[in-house]
Structures are given as C-alpha cells and as structure tokens.
C-alpha cells in the first residue's frame, strides 16, 4: 500500500483545494449560470405564491443578466427596467406573469417608477430591456419562445443564449447618440434591440430626465415611444389645466383635428379615449392644411370643457408650435436618428411655460349635447363650422 508522506499529502492538498476553486470559478463565470441562491425565494416572497411558473423564471433570469451585465443589486433606483411582457401573447398564452419575475429579482417596481410595461401588439416577440443611468449602459434581451415550455427550475442552469435569442449591450450616452449618427443609424439597420431602438433609447433618456413625471411616462408606455408629438400633447395638458381647468362634474371632450402623437397623450392621461367618446379623429387632407389662415397654421385640435349635466361646453381652439420647439431645444438645423428625442427632451424644461409652445387661436361656446355632435359628426369640418377656416365645406 503505497502511503504519502507529509509534503506529498500536502501537495495534494492543495491540488484538491485548487480543483474546487477552479470548479467555483467556472461555475461563477460560465454564462447561462447566473441563478444566485435565493431567487426563488425573492419570486415566493414577491407574488405571496409557491406556484413559480416558467414565466416567473425567465422575468427573473432576464433581470439577474442585467444585474450580472450591468452591475447593479436590488433596489438600485438609477436602474430602469421595461418589458412589453402582458402585452406579447406567445402560443395562445398571455405573458404578465414575466412582469412579477422581473421585479422580484432586480427590484424595479411600479411604485419606484423604474418599471415601465411599454405597450406592442401581441404579436410582437416578447422583450427585456434594462438601462442603468449610473453608465449609460442598456441591455436588450429578447425571449427564446420555446423556453416558455419548459419546466421552471430548467431555466436555472439553461445558458443565457438558449433563453434569449438577442443579448445586446450598447451605450446610450445622450451626446455620443447624437453625434455618432453614422454608427447609430448601422445599429438601427442592424436592428440591434430588435427594432426597439428608437422606443427604448428615448423613454430611457425621458425618464432620466429629471422634470419627467409618471404622468407622462404613462403616455410614453401607452404610445410606446417619445417624440415631440407626444410631448406637445402632454404640454397642450399643461396649457388646458391654466387656461380651462376643469371643476366637479366636468370633463373634455377632445376633437383631434388634425390627429399626431398628442392624442395618445390625451388619452391615458385625461381618460378622453375614443371609445368613450371623449375624443374624436379627424385628418386634415393637403388640400384642408393649405386653406389654413397664417393664424391657424399650427392647429392641433378642439378641446371642450363638457358639462354633461347641463349639455353645455367652453371650447378652445389650440395651435402648437414645433419651429419654437425646434429652436428653443437648437435642433433646427440638426439631422441624425434621435434629434427628435433632445427636442422632446427640451420640450420637458417648459411643462410650467406651456404658452411658449401653445396658444389659442379662437375660444368658443357649445350650449347644447346637439352642437357638439354636430362638430363629432362625420363629413363636417369643425374648423369650417367654427369659422377658423373662412372657406369651405
Ligand atoms: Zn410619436
């Protein structure tokens, strides 16, 4: 029997010690393991169930390789996270509970204001993104749909790029995406978030942006983007709270004429949807903009204060100006893909000036339910029928 003396004892030893290291190490960097100890516990304690589901697992495997990649912990509120998860329909299976997953492990919550769901067709492929403001990093993740019929507890060591066919990284500093235009737009052409360029990188930088509400991130979730549109709507909102307030028993009744980004904006933050009647869509045809006054150029739209109980209305006709826009945020003679994003950035600094940007071009009075139906109905020109535009229908 061959016996080891002490040195040869502990050489090997060490060998042994250093064979489990090496085995930890490879075990901490090998990628696709990233399910630290706890987990499970941080998605019980989140949802208050025992019933993780494979929805629960890829939420929260996507979050901790953004906490892996991006190197963040729990909590960390420079941290944004967004998903189009609930929206996406994947086999016939809605997807929210990819929501709760993502939470429980990285932390960003509605409450916080760091968790936003950006709304895409159900069609769409269903997506993770995460931005950490700390380092103007964003990572994109877009599910594998076939782990969705795996078991839960499959996800824990499946590699990373078996559970998202995307895995990207890009830096998203505000100056090098508007001066690095020839690059940004390969990466757009490339589709390097997945076609979600564009979407993510601007609601990213909105909510940075220290004058950013919730308010307005619930129009950027609903229209899925930033832009100056949108913008000009939530600022129109500004502008309608100081110049035609609403009291008790009183509601807008929007006529979107003509119709851009802004009415998403009327939408989710004043409820005036249009399957509630609160809004109405027209379209202005060339032929219509070009019979616009010099006064009138800029119209956005019609916005009544409705007073359903007793049918009657002040109405205000209002113009938005995006070359004040444009020069106020020194975007007019800039090009590139996200020039759009620093004037809607900009437009953020006057949310308490709004009559920089807004103004009225005629107020107005309705006195019955039937006067105001007749500037919704079809076929009729409120402009023409309020006077704005002298020649007409
Ligand atoms: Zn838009």
Request: hydrophobic share 45%; net charge negative.
């Amino acid at each position: 029997m061959y016996c080891m003396n002490p040195l040869e004892r502990a050489c090997s030893k060490m060998r042994k010690t250093r064979t489990v290291l090496a085995v930890m190490l490879l075990l901490i960097f090998i990628p696709g393991t990233v399910w630290a100890a706890g987990i499970t516990d941080d998605i019980e304690a989140y949802t208050g169930t025992k019933n993780i589901t494979v929805q629960h697992a890829l939420g929260a495997k996507a979050s901790a390789l953004a906490m892996e990649k991006l190197h963040f912990n729990k909590g960390d509120e420079n941290v944004l996270a967004m998903t189009n998860a609930g929206c996406a329909v994947i086999g016939g299976q809605t997807t929210e509970k990819c929501v709760d997953g993502l939470a429980a492990v990285s932390g960003c919550t509605i409450g916080n204001s760091n968790l936003l769901l950006v709304q895409r067709a159900k069609n769409m492929p269903l997506w993770f993104a995460f931005f950490n403001k700390a380092t103007n990093e964003m990572l994109y993740l877009e599910a594998n749909n076939t782990v969705l019929n795996k078991y839960p507890t499959d996800l824990e060591t499946l590699a990373s790029e078996k559970i998202f066919t995307v895995i990207a990284e890009e830096n998203i500093e505000l100056n090098g995406l508007l001066t690095n235009n020839e690059a940004w737009n390969a990466k757009i052409s490339s589709k390097v978030f997945g076609g979600n360029e564009f979407s993510l990188i601007g609601i990213a930088q909105i909510w940075s942006n220290p004058n950013c509400t919730y308010d307005f991130l619930r129009a950027a979730q609903f229209h899925n983007h930033i832009c100056p549109g949108v913008n000009s709507g939530y600022l129109i909102i500004k502008y309608l709270d100081k110049h035609l307030p609403l009291q008790a028993g009183q509601s807008y009744k929007i006529i979107a004429c003509p119709s851009w980004c802004k009415d998403d904006a009327f939408q989710v933050i004043l409820d005036a949807t249009v399957g509630k009647k609160g809004m109405y869509v027209k379209a202005l045809t060339g032929d219509q903009l070009a019979m616009l006054p010099g006064s009138a150029k800029n119209v956005a739209g019609l916005f009544i204060r409705w007073n359903e109980q007793t049918a009657t209305g002040d109405g205000l006709v209002l113009g938005f100006d995006f070359d004040k826009a444009n020069e106020l945020a020194g975007t007019s003679n800039m090009t590139g893909p996200f020039v759009k994003i620093k004037t809607a950035l900009s437009m953020m600094d006057y949310v308490d000036r709004p009559e920089i940007m807004v103004s009225t071009i005629k107020q107005f009075k309705i006195s019955s339910a039937s006067e105001l139906e007749a500037l919704q109905a079809a076929g009729v020109d409120p402009l023409v029928r309020l006077g704005v535009v002298e020649n007409g229908e």
